[in-house]
């Protein structure tokens, strides 16, 4: 009785079908499913309906998937697939973007697992294409758009000028309220309200100005074939990916994809992950100079076993195709975004002892981030010492010395217009300040500058002439994974507004640990290496005078593929 009220409603037909089809699943009648299913997919091709296609297409997958039909299975997820992605390009708005793929991304884990548990070379290549359109999608985005308008003025459509002006007024509030944030407020509950919907409002002005916007910055993910190329001979890239309650990865290098579908449960992962934040934890919980032998000998004991632990779940099982590999690049996934690859154990060696490695939030960003030359023109060194942290002037002050004609604002000059300003236009970009993480509140996340806070928010809207930027404060490599997969952070804002390189830190740091660091790192980079390769060296240094993982391997970097002549 219900179909029959739609005849003349194909929508409201295929919204009834899904229903009943979701009925006939619950009581075990698959075929019966699949059939109100298929007439459905006739009635919405029919009409043109490209979302009801992919829906059906996609409770079509799972019906084939329960039904042990793994080729139709996956044949109704590519058209399911291709459907979303053909409607998510024709989504300008950043935010809705965002979730109009969060909340299709069941179809891309299921259609993922399937073909990376099928050995064939066609699968695995597929497989990597379809986990670069599950992450970091926003970001890809943000990289298309900046190329895109790199030589262009913006034109904004004639409405959009007081949007813009409304849009600036509520970002001013928003940025104050969260350095208010940042410097320690603990907001009424009236102001966390306040903040809630002055968010929303931005949301929705932003979304307005977009869809009023001229070209749609989307484009696909780059494919695995084009990944490939973009590899070095002796290069192999990681692409982990959390799947259900499993972690995978496949191990891709120029000439072959191996998957390893089901590498350590989730649940084990991060009991694994823990008791290596743990130890980093008790380690810089005291100065090692008051550390005795004793309790010295023991913390690396300790750190060593969490972090073999780690090595066991994510390198062992294909540590043999590590032989002749020169360079590591790595795609981490949810929890291991915080997890310090270089500092990983095999039970003799630590991974920065046989390569440099390369942290990356996607293949595809990996591949569309821009290099430059290497050469040094123009350096902006900051630093802004206090109280906490004097020596962050004197590590500006050291650091500008090596570059002629530097830029250096330390102290009181370091405010938020100034480090703007010379940021755009630097080739680097050496940032000695504390940083603020918040994964409640990530926009309240950024930098501290003489004058307040440059949050997130700000550096994304940053225009940087593709850097290599450097970030000594604590936790600047931290972010927040979003329910789409797309990252939140104060890297990700940096590789967004254009730059090149990012080195950050993924915890709070020792001084002199650091200190040495960075006159490491940089002696590496005057003799010509790439960032990656600098960061080896410094961190190989380091050890002789700090053993302690958690004071050599704060540091991550970030970097294009470039390898000669720097590399960025």
């Known amino acids: 009785h219900g179909i029959g009220m739609t005849a003349n409603r194909p929508v409201q037909q295929v919204r009834w079908s899904i229903l009943e089809s979701d009925l006939a699943v619950a009581q075990g ?40 039909e793994d080729e139709k299975a996956n044949e109704h997820a590519r058209i399911a697939i291709n459907a979303y992605e053909r409607l998510r390009g024709t989504i300008r708005a950043d935010r809705l973007r965002q979730s109009f793929h969060r909340h299709r991304l069941t179809i891309y884990d299921e259609f993922y697992g399937a073909l990376t548990r099928d050995t064939r070379d066609i699968a695995q290549a597929e497989a990597l294409s379809v986990a670069e359109r ?19 003025v913006r034109q904004l459509a004639p409405a959009s000028g007081p949007l813009e002006s409304e849009l600036a007024q509520q970002r001013r509030w928003l940025n104050w ?4 944030l940042a410097d320690g407020l603990e907001p009424s509950q009236s102001q966390l309200q306040e903040l809630a919907e002055r968010e929303q409002i931005a949301t929705r002005i932003a979304d307005r100005i977009a869809v009023a916007g001229g070209a749609n910055p989307f484009d696909e993910p780059v494919s695995a074939a084009e990944i490939q190329q973009h590899l070095m001979p002796d290069d192999l890239a990681l692409s982990y990916v959390i799947v259900e309650d499993h972690l995978s990865v496949q191990v891709v290098s120029s000439d072959q994809i191996i998957g390893f579908p089901t590498l350590v449960p989730v649940a084990q992962l991060r009991e694994l992950v823990a008791e290596v934040q743990f130890q980093i934890g008790r380690a810089l919980a005291q100065d090692p100079a008051l550390t005795s032998s004793g309790r010295s000998r023991r913390l690396q004991r300790d750190m060593d076993h969490a972090l073999t632990g780690v090595y066991e779940a994510l390198i062992a099982p294909f540590e043999n195709l590590l032989g002749s590999v020169n360079r590591l690049i790595v795609v981490p996934s949810g929890v291991l975004h915080g997890v310090p690859f270089t500092a990983l154990f095999d039970g003799t060696h630590y991974l920065a002892d046989k390569l440099p490695i390369i942290t990356v939030p996607s293949l595809s960003v990996y591949t569309l981030l821009p290099s430059h030359s290497g050469t040094i023109e123009r350096a902006l060194i900051v630093g ?15 650091v500008a010395t090596r570059f002629t004609g530097a830029r250096l604002l330390n102290g009181p000059v370091a405010g938020r217009n100034a480090v703007l300003a010379g940021m755009q236009g630097a080739d680097l970009v050496h940032l000695a300040c504390h940083a603020r993480f918040d994964p409640v509140h990530p926009s309240a996340s950024g930098l501290k500058v003489a004058d307040g806070w440059l949050t997130l928010d700000i550096l994304m809207s940053t225009r940087l002439n593709s850097p290599t930027v ?4 604590c936790e600047t490599g931290r972010v927040r994974i979003e329910e789409s997969n797309d990252l939140t952070g104060i890297t990700t804002a940096f590789v967004s507004a254009g730059a090149a390189a990012v080195v950050a830190s993924l915890w709070k740091t020792h001084d002199g640990a650091m ?11 005057s003799k010509g290496l790439t960032v990656s390769d600098a960061l080896q060296r410094a961190q190989l240094a380091v050890r002789n005078d700090w053993p302690h993982p958690a004071h050599w391997a704060p540091l991550a970097a970030l970097h294009s593929g470039a390898r000669e002549g720097d590399s960025g």
């Open 134 to 152: 599950m992450r970091s999608r926003l970001l890809l985005d943000s990289l298309h758009a900046r190329s895109t308008d790199a030589n262009s």
């Open 515 to 525: 200190q040495t660091l960075i006159e490491r790192f940089y002696d590496g980079r």
């Open 470 to 473: 450097l970030l000594t404060g």
């Open 384 to 398: 802004v010492p206090d109280a906490i942290a004097p020596e962050m002037g004197a590590e500006a002050e050291q």
């Open 177 to 180: 309220m969260y350095s208010a």
């Open 29 to 68: 009648e698959l075929e019966l499913a699949r059939q109100i299913l298929e007439s459905a997919c006739s009635v919405a091709e029919q009409a043109h309906v490209v979302p009801l296609t992919g829906e059906l297409h996609h409770r079509l997958s799972a019906v084939a998937r329960a039904s042990n």
